[in-house]
Protein backbone atom coordinates (compact mmCIF):
# COMPACT_ATOMS: atom_id res chain seq x y z
CA UNK A 1 0.00 0.00 0.00
CA UNK A 2 1.95 3.82 -1.08
CA UNK A 3 1.90 6.12 1.34
CA UNK A 4 -1.37 8.18 -0.25
CA UNK A 5 -3.05 5.05 0.12
CA UNK A 6 -2.23 5.00 3.81
CA UNK A 7 -2.95 8.63 4.61
CA UNK A 8 -6.56 8.39 2.48
CA UNK A 9 -7.44 5.10 4.44
CA UNK A 10 -6.46 7.20 7.69
CA UNK A 11 -8.58 10.41 7.03
CA UNK A 12 -11.50 8.50 5.93
CA UNK A 13 -11.38 6.19 9.61
CA UNK A 14 -11.16 10.02 11.17
CA UNK A 15 -13.80 10.78 9.19
CA UNK A 16 -15.87 8.44 10.31
CA UNK A 17 -15.22 8.05 14.03
CA UNK A 18 -16.33 12.36 13.97
CA UNK A 19 -19.57 11.35 12.70
CA UNK A 20 -20.15 8.81 15.17
CA UNK A 21 -18.81 11.24 17.98
CA UNK A 22 -21.41 13.75 16.56
CA UNK A 23 -23.72 11.20 16.08
CA UNK A 24 -23.50 9.93 20.29
CA UNK A 25 -23.87 13.50 20.99
CA UNK A 26 -26.65 15.12 18.87
CA UNK A 27 -29.67 14.36 16.47
CA UNK A 28 -29.50 14.38 12.91
CA UNK A 29 -30.77 17.44 10.69
CA UNK A 30 -33.68 15.61 8.91
CA UNK A 31 -33.78 18.54 5.73
CA UNK A 32 -31.14 16.77 3.57
CA UNK A 33 -31.51 19.60 0.76
CA UNK A 34 -28.40 18.94 -2.04
CA UNK A 35 -26.74 16.57 0.59
CA UNK A 36 -27.02 13.25 0.40
CA UNK A 37 -25.63 11.87 4.06
CA UNK A 38 -27.56 13.20 7.41
CA UNK A 39 -25.31 16.02 9.25
CA UNK A 40 -24.97 15.91 12.96
CA UNK A 41 -24.38 19.21 15.26
CA UNK A 42 -20.62 19.04 16.18
CA UNK A 43 -19.32 22.08 17.49
CA UNK A 44 -15.81 20.61 17.63
CA UNK A 45 -12.87 22.40 18.00
CA UNK A 46 -10.88 22.26 14.80
CA UNK A 47 -7.26 23.27 13.58
CA UNK A 48 -7.03 23.88 9.82
CA UNK A 49 -4.68 23.99 7.12
CA UNK A 50 -5.35 26.92 4.13
CA UNK A 51 -3.88 26.21 1.07
CA UNK A 52 -1.62 22.92 1.97
CA UNK A 53 1.93 22.72 0.23
CA UNK A 54 1.39 26.13 -1.25
CA UNK A 55 3.73 29.54 -0.51
CA UNK A 56 0.51 30.86 0.88
CA UNK A 57 -0.06 27.96 3.57
CA UNK A 58 -1.36 29.11 6.85
CA UNK A 59 -2.63 27.51 9.64
CA UNK A 60 -5.34 28.62 11.75
CA UNK A 61 -8.25 27.12 14.55
CA UNK A 62 -12.05 27.33 13.85
CA UNK A 63 -15.05 26.09 15.21
CA UNK A 64 -16.88 23.16 13.88
CA UNK A 65 -20.92 23.42 13.65
CA UNK A 66 -22.13 20.36 11.91
CA UNK A 67 -20.38 17.35 10.29
CA UNK A 68 -21.55 14.59 7.89
CA UNK A 69 -19.99 11.93 5.84
CA UNK A 70 -19.76 14.73 3.10
CA UNK A 71 -18.26 17.60 4.98
CA UNK A 72 -18.17 20.14 7.88
CA UNK A 73 -19.61 23.47 8.41
CA UNK A 74 -17.12 25.59 9.94
CA UNK A 75 -17.82 28.84 11.91
CA UNK A 76 -14.42 30.91 12.02
CA UNK A 77 -12.90 34.85 11.35
CA UNK A 78 -11.38 34.56 8.60
CA UNK A 79 -12.75 34.77 4.60
CA UNK A 80 -11.81 31.69 2.45
CA UNK A 81 -12.48 31.69 -0.97
CA UNK A 82 -14.93 29.27 -2.69
CA UNK A 83 -12.91 26.40 -3.77
CA UNK A 84 -9.77 26.77 -1.33
CA UNK A 85 -8.00 24.12 -0.58
CA UNK A 86 -8.10 22.96 3.36
CA UNK A 87 -6.85 19.89 5.52
CA UNK A 88 -8.96 19.45 9.19
CA UNK A 89 -7.84 17.96 12.00
CA UNK A 90 -9.32 17.55 15.42
CA UNK A 91 -7.60 20.21 17.48
CA UNK A 92 -7.75 18.51 21.11
CA UNK A 93 -6.14 15.42 19.46
CA UNK A 94 -3.46 17.15 17.77
CA UNK A 95 -0.52 15.08 15.82
CA UNK A 96 -2.46 12.07 16.89
CA UNK A 97 -5.11 12.84 14.61
CA UNK A 98 -4.33 13.17 10.83
CA UNK A 99 -5.71 15.42 8.37
CA UNK A 100 -8.83 15.05 6.40
CA UNK A 101 -8.39 16.68 3.12
CA UNK A 102 -11.75 19.37 1.78
CA UNK A 103 -11.93 22.17 -0.38
CA UNK A 104 -14.66 24.84 0.38
CA UNK A 105 -17.90 24.76 -1.37
CA UNK A 106 -19.48 27.96 0.19
CA UNK A 107 -18.79 31.31 2.09
CA UNK A 108 -21.35 32.88 4.06
CA UNK A 109 -20.42 36.50 5.89
CA UNK A 110 -22.40 36.91 9.74
CA UNK A 111 -22.08 39.30 12.23
CA UNK A 112 -19.55 36.88 13.91
CA UNK A 113 -17.10 35.73 11.12
CA UNK A 114 -18.04 33.62 7.98
CA UNK A 115 -19.96 30.62 7.94
CA UNK A 116 -18.27 28.03 5.84
CA UNK A 117 -19.04 24.62 4.04
CA UNK A 118 -16.16 22.37 3.59
CA UNK A 119 -16.53 19.28 1.06
CA UNK A 120 -14.25 16.43 1.76
CA UNK A 121 -11.74 14.71 -0.21
CA UNK A 122 -12.16 11.31 0.82
CA UNK A 123 -14.53 8.35 0.19
CA UNK A 124 -16.05 7.30 3.36
CA UNK A 125 -15.41 4.24 5.25
CA UNK A 126 -17.80 1.03 4.63
Known amino acids: MSVDQTKWLKSAEVLTEWVADAAAQ ?12 LRYVWPAAIEAIIKPGSPRERR ?20 LSVGTSV ?7 GDK ?3 VPGKVVHSTR ?13 EPVG
Not at 63 to 77: A, C, N, Q, Y
Not at 87 to 93: F, G, K, N, T, V
Not at 110 to 122: K, N
Open 110 to 122: TLAGYRLGVQFDV
Open 60 to 79: IYVTGRDVSEGGIGLLTRHD
Open 97 to 99: CPW
Open 26 to 37: SESDAYLGKRQT
Open 87 to 93: WLRYADD
